[in-house]
């Protein structure tokens, strides 16, 4: 077992036993769901928009060159500058040497899942660069040296208890547990960062090909005040993120805004395509796009999973996860939690390391249910372990368990054999060791006195001639599966 | 060879096979028609905290709350609001007038021309938008539509979309609103 698979077993036998902290996220993702299913009420057909808003990403990731290359000269035409970046060093490269080329000493940072990907605060400390997360939940989480709990709601997991304790500790502000104060603490606190910072870095939820724009998501207001106020605006995009036209962002939008929290459209829908032009009063005298790869376009190279880069990242297919609910957001230990983070880290990190998330999923398919851009996630969990067998990826035990089950299963006779010496043992309670780690927290139903096999073949002979109604039978062991 | 020609090698090897081509979605329109957008606009607007001035009386009263105030010096906010006394970064308000109105959100569309630039309308703690009623588009695909109209050609280095004063969530779901943009929203109609 992988060190990485050993670590998420444990977090997760603790986490799935943690009641308060259940009871966080079940409130949490109550409050979702109420607001989702209001949301999808202002669709006519909420079916007919995923089916668009797939159509339109799937457009994109099957024509990627054609738009990533119109994309990138649309933008330089409106002056902006654009760099490629084949993985995390190189991106991180990138960026670290335009702020020096600037001078640049304080970075105020949006929400951005993707420079959480390639740890981009940490590259900036190392430099001396001091970076701020400015997201209220982003905040909190870099105050207590956490990543994101989950991809749209990265400090679900913490209470106003917590922030309070939080903001008196490291800010030294008054104690409060009134969400209203607390707010307007870190309003006041990270207004200095904003009015003094020399750099603002975002994400993309959306890169525009025509015109030549990135689109940003938000309520809060702070990346309107990261690429508004600071000397250089940089944003890190994979190079997924693309959409053909900005009129995809007419049902794009509101698709994101419902999936992720239930809102027609965010407080906040922005679009940024250059530095301060000709004849503006303010902005940034640069605006640099960094179109990231770091294993997108080994994904790319899947057809069977390709649609995985479909996702516009609403966290739906998270919140409707009875995994995550149980085990939480940092039991996963990626970038990306939940089915969809299950699904790519193995492309993006390798299959040696992340493949044990493909089980991390009683394939309920309820993920696929609600993908707004319907991916097909549970189907890739599937096949995610399919081929980590594939790649001999599986433990010894499992495969030589599989080989005699195979031997066992492709003979009548010896399949009888196994079916009564297995009863057997059961009843004598032998089997013990072999059935701890699911009777550990579970009973098993108690083995049935003859096989179906048997029961069958008696129910046969016993059959009354043709025109005659058979009484009723209950085969042994519980109920029929009619 | 540059990590620009890798990575467009890689996705033009890749594009070679297209995956499977999802349903089709059906003609059928998305959203609802908006059949009244200024009814529409303030119901949506009112629900997202937005503030509606509706007088000149009620809009002096308004003013009259803010000592410093910034402007995006506009024709249409001078002489509806009047000039402006203070620079963006001290101003308690910020009066910009908008591309358009979006009825079916209750949303406004600013952009650098149409509002003073970025910071006006996100950095003070209150924004009121001075709007024409035939600045009013039914909804969110109209607004694209005369966005595009617009600026093709030469779209500003910036557009945003405000859909109610900021907001956040991320302390246990509750709503405060202010969180770093205008925790006031105020719109006023002049014509």
């Known amino acids: 077992m992988t060190s990485t698979e050993k670590s998420f077993r444990s977090a997760a036998t603790v986490k799935s036993a943690d009641a308060p902290h259940r009871a966080v996220i079940r409130r949490n993702m109550a409050t979702y769901h109420t607001s989702v299913a209001r949301g999808k009420q202002r669709f006519l057909d909420w079916e007919n928009a995923r089916a668009h808003a797939a159509g339109i990403k799937w457009e994109v990731v099957n024509h990627l060159d054609r738009y990533l290359e119109q994309f990138e000269s649309n933008l ?31 970075v105020v940072k949006s929400k951005s899942m993707v420079t959480e990907e390639i740890h981009l605060n940490e590259a900036l400390a190392a430099a001396g660069i001091k970076s701020v997360e400015t997201d209220l939940g982003e905040f909190i989480c870099q105050l207590r040296d956490e990543p994101p709990y989950h991809l749209v709601t990265p400090a679900m997991h913490l209470s106003r208890t917590d922030f309070s304790r939080e903001f008196h500790e490291k800010l030294g502000a008054p104690v409060t547990e009134d969400p209203e104060e607390l707010t307007m603490i870190a309003r006041r606190w990270l207004r200095k960062d904003f009015l003094t ?32 106020l600071p000397r250089v605006h940089v944003a890190l995009v994979g190079i997924e993120k693309l959409v053909p036209r900005v009129e995809d962002l007419a049902l794009l939008w509101p698709v994101l805004g419902t999936a992720g929290t239930g809102q027609a459209l965010t407080a906040y829908s922005s679009l940024v395509g250059g530095p301060r032009a000709a004849g503006e ?10 179109l990231l790869d ?5 994904l790319l190279a899947d057809v069977e999973q390709r649609d995985a880069l479909q996702c516009i990242r609403c966290g739906a297919c998270l919140n409707s996860c009875p995994i995550y609910e149980s085990v939480g957001g940092y039991t996963y230990a990626t970038t990306y939690q939940g089915p969809i983070g299950s699904v790519i880290t193995p492309h993006l990190r390798g299959y040696a390391d992340w493949s044990h998330l493909s089980y991390a999923s009683s394939l309920c398919g ?6 707004p851009v319907h991916i097909d996630l549970h189907r890739h969990l599937l096949q995610n372990r399919r081929n980590a067998v594939q790649q001999r990826l599986d433990p010894l035990y499992q495969r030589v368990a ?8 492709n003979s009548g006779r010896r399949f009888a054999i196994v079916g009564k010496l297995g009863r057997l043992a059961l009843r004598l309670g032998i089997t013990r060791p072999f059935t701890r780690p699911w009777t550990a927290t579970r009973d098993l139903p108690p083995p049935p006195a003859q096989s179906f096999r048997a029961w069958w073949a008696a129910t046969q ?22 | 060879m540059t990590s620009r020609d890798k990575i467009l090698g890689s996705v033009r090897d890749a594009m070679r096979t297209l995956a499977i081509r999802p349903v089709p979605p059906t003609s059928a329109p998305v959203f609802p028609p908006v059949t009244d957008p200024a009814q529409r606009f303030r119901e949506e607007f009112l629900a997202l905290k937005g503030e509606i001035i509706e007088s000149p009386e009620a809009l002096r009263q308004f003013l009259a709350g803010f000592p410093k105030i910034t402007t995006d010096d506009s024709d249409l906010v001078r002489q509806t609001a009047g000039p402006g006394n203070a620079t963006v970064r001290e101003a308690d308000l910020g009066i910009t007038g908008c591309d358009c109105l979006i009825a079916q959100m209750g949303a406004i569309v600013v952009s650098p021309p149409s509002a003073g630039g970025r910071a006006p309308s996100v950095l003070p703690p209150a924004h009121l938008v001075i709007a024409r009623r035939d600045q009013l588009i039914p909804d969110l695909a109209g607004a694209v539509d005369f966005v595009r109209r617009r600026y093709d050609g030469h779209w500003p280095s910036t557009l945003s979309i405000i859909a109610g004063p900021s907001r956040t969530g991320d302390i246990e779901k509750i709503m405060v609103l202010g969180a770093h943009g205008p925790r006031r929203l105020a719109v006023y109609w002049a014509g």
């Open chain 1, 197 to 228: 910072a020399d750099m603002g870095i975002t994400g993309a939820n959306f890169a525009v090909a025509d015109p030549g724009m990135i689109a940003l998501t938000e309520n809060e207001g702070n990346i309107r005040l990261c690429f508004s």
């Open chain 1, 461 to 482: 002979t016993a059959r009354p001639p043709a025109g005659e109604t058979a009484p009723a039978q209950q085969p042994p062991g519980g109920p029929t599966l009619r």
């Open chain 1, 294 to 298: 770091n294993g997108r376009t080994r």
């Open chain 1, 76 to 106: 330089v035409k409106n002056g902006a500058q654009v760099h490629w970046a084949e993985d995390a060093a190189e991106a991180k490269a990138i960026i670290l040497e335009i702020a020096r080329s600037h001078g640049v000493r304080t």
């Open chain 1, 402 to 409: 599989f080989r005699v089950f195979r031997w066992l299963v």
């Open chain 1, 281 to 290: 009063i303010d902005g940034p005298e640069e605006f640099h796009v960094v």
């Open chain 1, 366 to 371: 309820a993920c696929t249910s609600v993908c």
